[in-house]
């Protein structure tokens, strides 16, 4: 694993009382992952799952409140000098919103040159490296775009502008937040398309953060489905997709529109309940209880325990071992909890 | 009204705004029909001209400098561009009435929701039962208690009770159809698969017809009959949801469909349309996709193809379908 | 959406744009006029004028338009419109530079507070409102009469007692910045936040400083004039504060002698505000449809 989240968690301070103590919004609970070397690791999760935060925590851009974040071995905190230099290189980040992610008032030419700049390119070499990263990117002839400002290039442009000042650092990972989320259909497949070469070409590793199973699905070798802060379920994209586990999954997959109006009439569709509940007051026992269509007793009460349910596919369900036919007594999962998570 | 025509008939409508680069055609020549109680779905990416064709119907737009230039629209006989703004002012939220993407934007942050719901019927029909219709409204979009939500204010709710309560506020005076515009893409999934389910309970339950505006042909695909896919202010193509899915005539809706990944089997993305949508102030000459279009011919790129019918209700504008072209 | 035209309308940070707006506002080109003039005439004083505007002569409170003394002379027969021209150089040398160290104080003051937060925040915020809170022009007249006065003197004052606006401001745009996605890819990349907030921050917050730093001009212009009139300007300086501090003695017998530097000061400091609304205005274009 060149990037790896071990059992992070981040609490946000959310208001005082006039007591001084505060109310904590817990974005993230526990939650440990990694990326390997020319590997795609999706997030997956609603708004309010922590999948961003945890995106944030592994860029360097957050401090977890507890738990680390480990680069090639080494402890993000331990870092220093050349080796923290390292990691900046190494871990580089892609978001959503193509147009705020670049500086308004510098062209497409500047901001490829602070970037290049960063990575010790010296200052005569760094306009042609910088029209090498558009090509690299599919923007030619590169002549046209290197006087540009963002507001002069399409969104699907401006994302692969974004893109390239990534790469501009040679990195080993980079974590994409809803990279194709707010792009047209056809430029979406275009920047897709673009994504799964360059880990061709570079080896480099995806945690790509997405609500879009679809998306999910087409990129991803494996998945980690994340709810209310914490991993409800985690595994290979098709064991995930193929045999959810956790019934939260099951759900999203369900609600998952499928474009094909005859497959989409057949189906049987689970919609659940209500709202994803706030982080500063989780439900006790499995967080999904309240809107989960099966829950029992035990869910109201006791944490979850994790549930193997084939090759690196695990979900931490009450219900998971009678979800999962072929797994026979829940104390043979029970000894997993520390293995697997 | 004739009980068999239709509800909806849109007739070479043209919506033009001037802007300082040259007129933005947003709706260049739209034609389409809905029947009492059908679903259709306008999809199309940004840049299309659907929003706009949208507002056209309810003459309400987002910049006053718009203009229908051309074209006829008719609500269950009734000719609509020739009502004046006052009889207008009826027809939106009595006939017809519009919900959109962002839900906040349309309610007022002071009121309690159910009042805004109950000044909706009220307008209309007074105050005498509006309370009572719009109890009945919010049950019917499925807000749990709707008694003890009518009290609560918009930022009290989530999202999706908030996109719900908006549904309710559009069709507590029970419109004969509901222009929905991207209802739910600013929704999660879980979120957006409870108000895809509202929107089609009304359908059955209320005889609503529904004019879908959306960019997502998987919302498509799961709540409408018909499908009209606009590219540049056109409709391109249209059809029955389940011919356009299996056998789509253009080529832009084959790249679309390409491009569109579902969750039941992971397809690498094989075919991609490249280029983005043309500035609606310069379209090229010919057939307005012809730049980014894979087949394209000599032809494409001087003549405007028109409609040919493949199907009953199956019309494509490309000339592959011209008699005597490649397939 | 459909059609978006607003994506067509490039941002502020469009030159051609900006001063295409600018020109709309007559009162921002009034103002830069004035202020043109201003420059010019501060340039082309020992050019323009007559004479030295320190040397008396016996030809004591001359009406104007008395040969060779078109605006009149002084009680010392000094020449008014020499000393109106010279004049304009104080003026202009210390709203100028006062207004410069105040946007620079400000400047860096507000964007460590705007980009930190926390406990540099709230010290500095503080700090800040004590600025804002105190009277300028008594804090100012208790400096100069303790430490004497002098062209730099009165700058460093006027411009250590100008930076709060600024810095308010600033803080409040940086704090809005500093969590912009672009600055967080900086962050990404390593860059250190010196870098960080001077080259991927300060430049989206030019608009609004340049605005105020104008503005402050104009109040530096008021000040340095308001302080000569109490006679705290700088001696050896012939300046606008100073002539009207003379004219006090003799504003029954001798108008010109406080009209003339009078209507200086007013067409500066109009001038330079006129300007900064002038350019605030196209910097926040309004909805005008």
Same mark, same amino acid.
């Given at each position: 694993?060149?990037?790896?989240?071990?059992?992070?968690?981040?609490?946000?301070?959310?208001?005082?009382?006039?007591?001084?103590?505060?109310?904590?919004?817990?974005?993230?609970?526990?939650?440990?992952?990694?990326?390997?070397?020319?590997?795609?690791?999706?997030?997956?999760?609603?708004? $309010?799952?922590?999948?961003?935060?945890?995106?944030?925590?592994?860029? $360097?851009?957050?401090?977890?409140? #507890?738990?680390?974040?480990?680069?090639?071995? @080494?402890?993000?905190?331990?870092?220093?000098?050349? #080796?923290?230099?390292?990691?900046?290189?190494?871990?580089?980040?892609?978001?959503?919103?193509?147009?705020?992610?670049?500086?308004?008032?510098?062209?497409?030419?500047?901001?490829?040159?602070?970037?290049?700049?960063?990575?010790?390119?010296?200052?005569?070499?760094?306009?042609?490296?910088?029209?090498?990263?558009?090509? +690299?990117?599919?923007?030619?002839?590169?002549?046209?775009?290197?006087?540009?400002?963002? /507001?002069?290039?399409?969104?699907?442009?401006?994302?692969?502008?974004?893109?390239?000042?990534?790469?501009?650092?040679?990195?080993?990972?980079?974590?994409? &937040?809803?990279?194709?989320?707010?792009?047209?259909?056809?430029?979406?497949? @275009?920047?897709?398309?673009?994504?799964?070469?360059?880990?061709?070409?570079?080896?480099?590793?995806?945690?790509?953060?997405?609500?879009?199973?679809?998306?999910?699905?087409?990129?991803?070798?494996?998945?980690?489905?994340?709810?209310?802060?914490?991993?409800?379920? +985690?595994?290979?994209?098709?064991?995930?997709?193929?045999? =959810?586990?956790?019934?939260?999954?099951?759900?999203?997959?369900?609600?998952?529109?499928?474009?094909?109006?005859?497959?989409?009439?057949?189906?049987?569709?689970?919609?659940?309940?209500?709202?994803?509940?706030?982080?500063?007051?989780?439900?006790?026992?499995?967080?999904? /209880?309240?809107?989960?269509?099966?829950?029992?007793?035990?869910?109201?009460?006791?944490?979850?325990?994790?549930? /193997?349910?084939?090759?690196?596919?695990?979900?931490?369900?009450?219900?998971?071992?009678?979800?999962?036919?072929?797994?026979? #007594?829940?104390?043979?999962?029970?000894?997993?909890?520390?293995?697997?998570? | 009204?004739?009980?068999?025509?239709?509800?909806?008939?849109?007739?070479?409508?043209?919506?033009?705004?001037?802007?300082?680069?040259?007129?933005?055609?947003?709706?260049?020549?739209? #034609?389409?029909?809905?029947?009492?109680?059908?679903?259709?779905?306008?999809?199309?990416?940004?840049?299309?001209?659907?929003?706009?064709?949208?507002?056209?119907?309810?003459?309400?737009?987002?910049?006053?400098?718009?203009?229908?230039?051309?074209?006829?629209?008719?609500?269950?006989?009734?000719?609509?561009?020739?009502?004046?703004?006052?009889?207008?002012?009826?027809?939106?939220?009595?006939?017809?009435?519009?919900?959109?993407?962002?839900?906040?934007?349309?309610?007022?942050?002071?009121?309690?929701?159910?009042?805004?719901?109950?000044?909706?019927?009220?307008?209309?029909?007074?105050?005498?039962?509006?309370?009572?219709?719009?109890?009945?409204?919010?049950?019917?979009?499925?807000?749990?208690?709707?008694?003890?939500?009518?009290?609560?204010?918009?930022?009290?709710?989530?999202?999706?009770?908030?996109?719900?309560?908006?549904?309710?506020?559009?069709?507590?005076?029970?419109?004969?159809?509901?222009?929905?515009?991207?209802?739910?893409?600013?929704?999660?999934?879980?979120?957006?698969?409870?108000?895809?389910?509202?929107?089609?309970?009304?359908?059955?339950?209320?005889?609503?017809?529904?004019?879908?505006?959306?960019?997502?042909? !998987?919302?498509?695909? +799961?709540?409408?009959?018909?499908?009209?896919?606009?590219?540049?202010?056109?409709?391109?193509?249209?059809?029955?949801?389940?011919?356009?899915?299996?056998?789509?005539?253009?080529?832009?809706?084959?790249?679309?469909?390409?491009?569109?990944?579902?969750?039941?089997?992971?397809?690498?993305?094989?075919?991609?349309?490249?280029?983005?949508?043309?500035?609606?102030?310069?379209?090229?000459?010919?057939?307005?996709?012809?730049?980014?279009?894979?087949?394209?011919?000599?032809?494409?790129?001087?003549?405007?193809?028109?409609?040919?019918?493949?199907?009953? &209700?199956?019309?494509?504008?490309?000339?592959?379908?011209?008699?005597?072209?490649? =397939? | 959406?459909?059609?978006?035209?607003?994506?067509?309308?490039?941002?502020?940070?469009?030159?051609?744009?900006?001063?295409?707006?600018?020109?709309?506002?007559?009162? $921002?080109?009034?103002?830069?006029?004035?202020?043109?003039?201003?420059?010019?005439?501060?340039?082309?004083?020992?050019?323009?004028?007559?004479? &030295?505007?320190?040397?008396?002569?016996?030809?004591?409170?001359?009406?104007?338009?008395?040969?060779?003394?078109?605006? !009149?002379?002084?009680?010392?027969?000094?020449?008014?419109?020499?000393?109106?021209?010279?004049?304009?150089?104080?003026?202009?040398?210390?709203?100028?530079?006062?207004?410069?160290?105040?946007?620079?104080?400000?400047?860096?003051?507000?964007?460590?507070?705007?980009?930190?937060?926390?406990?540099?925040?709230?010290?500095?915020?503080?700090?800040?409102?004590?600025? @804002?809170?105190?009277?300028?022009?008594?804090?100012?007249?208790?400096?100069?009469?303790?430490?004497?006065?002098?062209?730099?003197?009165?700058?460093?004052?006027?411009?250590?007692?100008?930076?709060?606006?600024?810095?308010?401001?600033?803080?409040?745009?940086?704090?809005?910045?500093?969590?912009?996605?672009?600055?967080?890819?900086?962050?990404?990349?390593?860059?250190?936040?010196?870098?960080?907030?001077?080259?991927?921050?300060?430049?989206?917050?030019?608009?609004?400083?340049?605005?105020?730093?104008?503005?402050?001009?104009?109040?530096?212009?008021?000040?340095?004039?308001?302080?000569?009139?109490?006679?705290?300007? &700088?001696?050896?300086?012939?300046?606008?504060?100073?002539?009207?501090?003379?004219?006090?003695?003799?504003?029954?017998?001798?108008?010109?002698?406080?009209?003339?530097?009078?209507?200086?000061?007013?067409?500066?400091?109009?001038?330079?505000?006129?300007?900064?609304?002038?350019?605030?205005?196209?910097?926040?274009?309004?909805?005008?449809?």
């Amino acid at each position: 694993m060149i990037l790896e989240a071990r059992d992070l968690t981040k609490r946000f301070p959310w208001g005082r009382t006039f007591t001084g103590v505060r109310a904590w919004v817990r974005a993230v609970e526990g939650v440990s992952l990694g990326v390997a070397e020319g590997d795609t690791l999706a997030l997956v999760g609603e708004s $309010g799952s922590g999948k961003t935060t945890v995106g944030r925590m592994l860029a $360097g851009l957050e401090t977890p409140t #507890s738990g680390e974040v480990h680069y090639r071995g @080494q402890a993000l905190s331990a870092l220093a000098g050349e #080796s923290r230099r390292e990691f900046r290189y190494g871990v580089q980040m892609v978001f959503q919103d193509s147009q705020a992610s670049l500086n308004p008032r510098k062209t497409v030419a500047r901001i490829l040159e602070v970037a290049l700049s960063v990575r010790g390119v010296p200052a005569g070499a760094r306009r042609d490296a910088a029209a090498d990263l558009l090509v +690299e990117v599919g923007l030619e002839p590169p002549g046209v775009f290197l006087g540009r400002f963002p /507001h002069q290039l399409s969104g699907g442009q401006r994302q692969r502008i974004n893109v390239a000042r990534a790469l501009a650092v040679d990195p080993a990972v980079i974590i994409a &937040d809803e990279p194709v989320s707010a792009l047209d259909l056809s430029v979406r497949a @275009q920047i897709l398309v673009l994504m799964q070469r360059l880990q061709q070409q570079r080896r480099v590793g995806y945690l790509f953060i997405s609500h879009d199973l679809a998306v999910v699905r087409s990129v991803a070798r494996r998945v980690v489905v994340m709810y209310l802060g914490r991993i409800v379920e +985690e595994g290979p994209t098709e064991a995930v997709f193929g045999r =959810p586990v956790h019934p939260y999954t099951e759900a999203l997959l369900s609600a998952t529109p499928v474009p094909n109006p005859r497959l989409a009439r057949l189906r049987r569709r689970i919609i659940l309940p209500g709202d994803v509940p706030s982080p500063v007051a989780p439900p006790p026992g499995c967080a999904f /209880h309240p809107r989960c269509p099966v829950a029992v007793e035990i869910c109201r009460r006791e944490f979850p325990p994790p549930v /193997h349910a084939g090759e690196g596919h695990t979900a931490l369900c009450h219900l998971g071992a009678r979800r999962v036919p072929h797994i026979k #007594s829940p104390t043979a999962s029970r000894n997993l909890r520390t293995a697997s998570m | 009204m004739s009980a068999s025509g239709p509800l909806l008939l849109i007739e070479d409508l043209h919506t033009h705004i001037p802007t300082p680069r040259g007129v933005v055609r947003a709706v260049d020549g739209v #034609s389409l029909s809905l029947a009492p109680g059908a679903s259709a779905g306008l999809v199309g990416e940004s840049g299309s001209g659907k929003t706009m064709t949208g507002f056209s119907i309810l003459r309400l737009f987002p910049t006053q400098a718009a203009r229908i230039v051309r074209g006829r629209i008719t609500l269950a006989g009734r000719e609509l561009l020739s009502l004046t703004e006052e009889e207008m002012r009826r027809v939106r939220g009595g006939e017809v009435a519009m919900i959109f993407q962002d839900p906040t934007t349309y309610l007022d942050p002071v009121l309690p929701v159910g009042q805004q719901v109950a000044e909706a019927y009220a307008v209309r029909h007074g105050w005498e039962q509006a309370r009572a219709k719009a109890v009945e409204a919010l049950a019917l979009v499925g807000l749990p208690d709707p008694g003890e939500t009518y009290r609560r204010f918009p930022h009290e709710l989530s999202g999706g009770m908030r996109q719900r309560a908006v549904i309710a506020m559009a069709i507590v005076c029970r419109p004969a159809l509901l222009i929905a515009d991207e209802p739910s893409t600013a929704l999660d999934v879980t979120i957006q698969a409870q108000v895809l389910d509202v929107l089609g309970r009304l359908r059955r339950e209320m005889g609503m017809a529904l004019l879908l505006i959306t960019h997502d042909l !998987g919302v498509v695909a +799961e709540i409408c009959e018909t499908v009209h896919v606009m590219y540049a202010g056109r409709i391109i193509e249209s059809a029955p949801a389940e011919v356009l899915f299996a056998s789509p005539g253009h080529p832009y809706t084959q790249g679309l469909l390409a491009a569109t990944l579902g969750i039941d089997e992971a397809r690498p993305i094989t075919r991609v349309l490249e280029g983005a949508v043309p500035d609606l102030a310069r379209l090229p000459r010919g057939c307005r996709f012809h730049p980014r279009c894979p087949a394209v011919m000599q032809r494409c790129r001087v003549e405007d193809p028109p409609a040919f019918r493949l199907g009953e &209700d199956h019309i494509v504008e490309c000339w592959l379908h011209a008699s005597g072209a490649a =397939p | 959406m459909s059609v978006d035209i607003s994506a067509e309308t490039p941002p502020a940070a469009d030159g051609h744009e900006f001063w295409r707006r600018f020109r709309r506002s007559r009162a $921002g080109v009034l103002g830069l006029c004035l202020v043109v003039l201003l420059v010019a005439v501060a340039l082309a004083a020992p050019l323009l004028a007559p004479r &030295d505007p320190q040397t008396t002569s016996m030809a004591a409170l001359n009406h104007p338009g008395t040969p060779g003394h078109p605006l !009149g002379t002084d009680n010392l027969g000094r020449d008014i419109y020499s000393g109106v021209l010279w004049g304009s150089r104080v003026s202009l040398t210390v709203g100028v530079c006062a207004a410069a160290t105040a946007v620079l104080l400000g400047v860096l003051i507000g964007s460590l507070a705007g980009f930190y937060g926390g406990w540099t925040d709230a010290v500095l915020g503080r700090i800040t409102e004590l600025f @804002q809170v105190i009277p300028r022009f008594v804090l100012a007249l208790l400096v100069v009469a303790l430490f004497g006065s002098g062209l730099w003197k009165l700058i460093a004052v006027i411009g250590i007692l100008s930076w709060p606006q600024a810095a308010r401001v600033v803080r409040g745009q940086v704090m809005a910045l500093r969590g912009a996605a672009y600055v967080d890819a900086a962050r990404v990349l390593g860059l250190r936040n010196a870098r960080i907030i001077f080259s991927e921050i300060l430049p989206n917050v030019l608009a609004p400083v340049v605005v105020i730093g104008t503005l402050d001009v104009a109040g530096a212009i008021l000040l340095e004039a308001s302080l000569g009139f109490f006679g705290l300007g &700088d001696p050896n300086l012939m300046s606008w504060g100073m002539m009207l501090n003379n004219a006090q003695a003799h504003l029954r017998e001798a108008w010109w002698m406080s009209v003339f530097p009078g209507v200086g000061i007013s067409l500066a400091v109009l001038g330079f505000n006129l300007l900064g609304d002038g350019l605030n205005d196209a910097a926040n274009p309004r909805l005008d449809v």
